[in-house]
C-alpha cells in the first residue's frame, strides 16, 4: 500500500489511547482501529481534521506517502 498511517506514532507522542482518541473524535473504536491499521480504504475529511483537531498535528503527521517498488521501477524507465 502507497499510503501509510502514522497513528500509533501520534497516539505514543501524544500519550493518548486509542479508546480515548475515538471517544474525542466521535468515531468508533473499531472504525478507528482500522484506520490504524491502514486497511481503511479511504477517511472523510471530516475525520481527518478531527483527529488533526484533537492531535495537535496536520494531515502529513499522520498519513505518509511511499511509493510501492512498481511504481519506482516505472518512474526510472
Keep these: 500500500m502507497a499510503i501509510r498511517v502514522n497513528l500509533d506514532r501520534m497516539l505514543l507522542e501524544r500519550r493518548m489511547s ?3 482518541l475515538a471517544d474525542r473524535v ?11 491499521t491502514g486497511k481503511a480504504r479511504a477517511v472523510r475529511f471530516s475525520t481527518l481534521e478531527a483527529l488533526c483537531r484533537e492531535l495537535n498535528c496536520q494531515p502529513a503527521d499522520l498519513l505518509e ?12 524507465e
Design 18 to 20: 486509542l479508546t480515548e
Design 26 to 36: 466521535g468515531i468508533t473504536l473499531a472504525n478507528l482501529s482500522i484506520l490504524k
Design 65 to 76: 506517502y511511499i511509493p510501492d517498488e512498481d511504481e519506482l521501477q516505472n518512474a526510472a
